[in-house]
Each structure stands twice: as C-alpha cells, then as structure tokens.
C-alpha cells in the first residue's frame, strides 16, 4: 500500500537519537526553561499545540507526525493484513493533531475516536478534521488517559505512538502512571481487542514486561533501523498486543 495521502505534513526529527531527545524534553531541566510557559509538562503541551493551532490558522500547516508517515503506514498495513473490519472501534490515544485518525476515515473506517488530555490538541484536530471533512465520522474528545471517563470503553482497537512514552519519562510518579496506564488500557479495550504501540524510548524487552500482566504480544511490526559504534538496533519499537 502507498503512503497515505492528502496534504503534506511534518515529520519530527528521526534516527538514533531520538531516545535521547525525547528524554531530554520530558526530563525536570526541560521543565525549567527560561520562560514560564513550560513550567510543567502539561503546560509545556499547552504551549506546543498553541503554536501548532495559529499556525493551522494562518498557514494551513497541519503540523507534525510523530515518528513519521511511515509510522502511520505501518499501522495501517497492519490493520488491512489482518482484515480489521471497518466498523471497527478505533481509539487513537494522544491523537495529537488527529491526522492519523484523517487517515482512517480517508480508508472507510467508520468508529473511530481521538483523545487528548490537552484541550488545544483537540481543538487543533477537531480544526483539521473540519477542513477534511470528516467531522461527522471522528469523534474528540479531552479525556486524562490516566483517569478515563466511564464510557471510555469497548474499543476493538486502541493505537499508541508516543503517549506512554511521554508518560512513563514523567519524572513525577511515573512508576504508579505507568501502572495506571495499563489498568485504563485494560479497561478501553474489548476482550481480545488489540493495542498498537511504537515507542522511541522502551525496547521490545522492556515493553513486554510492562504490558506482560494482561496482554500478549502477537506481532513485532518491522521498524527503521540504525548503526552506531559497530552495532545495530532500532529507532523505534512498534508491537502488536491482544489483551487477553
């Protein structure tokens, strides 16, 4: 299957360093910038799709997708390899600015949901949904992952790229966050629903165990990858889990 298609949008820097990076953003020190504005790693959120949102608004940009066209790609080949139906649940966790979501709508998926704790992320999404006309298909909501609201259940899919990342690197609690992750993914998902991830922190050893107690993994998806001093690895994680 081709890339998706539609407008062209940003990709966030991507190699071997991109561990690094992200853990920079999301370490305390980044959390004490000069400015106010990243004083917390909500706010920091905040600040980030602010500037994403005016710049929908007086260019057009969508913005950028984390890890990439392909990550979405590989996601998709995935969902069409095993015949996910089309009237099936899909939730996008720390949908972001909801294009992926645009891609599945743009391939008939007719149930799909995006959810971001931060406010301006979902006006951003619901802004370019707008623009693709897919607002009567996708639905958004703001939704804290970590304390879901009740209906926040049932779903045959739900797909992550980047959010546990960003909360497993929060220097406050992470350990219990994690935990907490797991348990509302637990409860999102239906029995034998299956959940997607890509992570550019965690191996595959690492997120096995933190999905071990409830999940089984059913598929490593192929992933880039990269050479330093002599030795190979990958620049990002992506399994396939089935809950249990």
């Known amino acids: ?144 992952f970590l304390h879901p609201s009740t209906e926040l259940s049932g779903f045959h899919v739900c797909i992550d790229k980047g959010t546990f990342d960003a909360i497993s690197l929060n220097p406050d609690g992470a350990p219990e966050k994690k935990q907490q992750y797991v348990q509302s993914l637990c409860r999102a998902l239906h029995d034998q629903g299956f959940f997607l991830i890509t992570s550019c922190n965690w191996t595959k050893k690492e997120l096995l165990e933190e999905f071990g107690e409830g999940f089984e993994m059913v598929e490593e998806l192929p992933t880039p990858t990269f050479t330093f001093a002599g030795r190979s690895g990958n620049s990002v994680t992506a399994l396939v889990f089935q809950k249990k």
């Open 1 to 144: 299957m081709a890339a998706p298609t539609g407008q062209s949008y940003r990709t966030v820097a991507r190699g071997p360093w991109r561990r690094r990076r992200w853990k920079e953003a999301l370490s305390p020190r980044s959390w004490e910038p000069e400015s106010s504005e990243c004083s917390a790693p909500g706010r920091c959120w905040d600040a980030v799709y602010e500037r994403e949102l005016q710049a929908f608004q007086e260019f057009g940009d969508s913005g950028e997708i984390w890890f990439g066209e392909e990550s979405m790609t590989r996601l998709i080949r995935w969902m069409e390899k095993c015949n996910i139906p089309l009237d099936a649940s899909v939730l996008d966790i720390g949908t972001g600015n909801g294009i992926f979501l645009v891609e599945l709508a743009k391939l008939g998926y007719s149930d799909i949901t995006g959810i971001d704790y931060c406010p301006l992320a979902i006006q951003l999404s619901g802004r370019i949904i707008e623009k693709e006309g897919f607002s009567n298909i996708i639905k958004l909501q703001v939704e804290d």
